[in-house]
């Protein structure tokens, strides 16, 4: 199985600053790599997919970069919806998910 | 609309069974694989099954086999977990979602890009 470690595992920032997630992988997954965002009493909403590509919808804020085993999500400028948990998911070998990051609000 | 809505959840005792619906709108259900999604209180999201959009592959995480079965109707647009056997530690909330492909491949899969409200399953005595 692959193993996704995410860091850090809460980002304390303000709206208006850059958000820098982190996502590694125990093996290479090329670049299938995936971000989700999961906002309180909410299912998780695709926001990223193949390491850089944003879903429908996604604003262009959001950013992904990376392959192989290491990754980032980038939030260039936070809005006040942008506070929640982001997950990464892997598809390269079946689908495992990363323990998540909690972005909170500084 | 697109979307995706769970039922089947509640309260059972160790050692019995639930079954969850998961039905499915808005898009042509059998082109698209499906999985059951859980996320126990404060543990990562876990894939705990998944079907091929013809239903002629199947998945179960080692945490639920013999005991999971994931099946769908695609003349009724419908996904379905049959839980067996349950155990404390399945309480969760279960989500069904929908691949962005039909099927696995050679272990590669998909990414999941809709998803239902979940159900919540609690495993009590």
């Known amino acids: 199985e692959i193993v996704l470690t995410q860091s850090p595992a809460t980002l304390s920032l303000s709206p208006g600053e850059r958000a820098t997630l982190s996502c590694r992988t125990s093996?290479?997954?090329?670049?299938?790599l995936a971000w989700y965002q999961q906002k309180p009493g909410q299912a998780p909403r695709l926001l990223i997919y193949?390491?850089?590509n944003r879903a429908t919808g996604i604003p262009a804020r959001f950013s992904g970069s990376g392959s192989g085993t290491d990754f980032t999500l980038t939030i260039s400028s936070l809005e006040p919806e942008d506070f929640a948990v982001y997950y990464c998911?892997?598809?390269?070998?079946?689908?495992?998910f990363g323990q998540g990051t909690r972005l909170e609000i500084k | 609309e697109v979307q995706l809505l769970e039922s089947g959840g509640g309260l059972v005792q160790p050692g019995g069974s639930l079954r969850l619906s998961c039905g499915a709108s808005?898009?042509?259900?059998?082109?698209?694989?499906m999985s059951w999604v859980r996320q126990a209180p404060g543990k990562r999201l876990e894939r705990v099954s998944g079907?091929?959009?013809?239903?002629?592959?199947?998945y179960n995480a080692d945490s639920v086999r013999g005991r999971f079965t994931i099946s769908r109707d695609n003349s009724k647009n419908t996904l379905y977990l049959q839980m067996n056997s349950l155990r404390p530690e399945d309480t969760a909330v279960y989500y069904c979602?929908?691949?962005?492909?039909?099927?696995?491949?050679?272990?590669?899969?998909?990414?999941?890009?809709?998803w239902g409200q979940g159900t919540l399953v609690t495993v009590s005595s």
């Open positions: 808005g898009f042509t259900f059998s082109n698209y694989a």
């Open positions: 193949d390491a850089s």
């Open positions: 093996q290479s997954v090329s670049s299938y």
């Open positions: 979602a929908k691949g962005d492909l039909g099927y696995c491949s050679g272990g590669r899969c998909y990414y999941l890009d809709l």
């Open positions: 079907i091929s959009g013809d239903g002629g592959a199947t």
């Open positions: 998911q892997q598809r390269s070998n079946l689908i495992t």
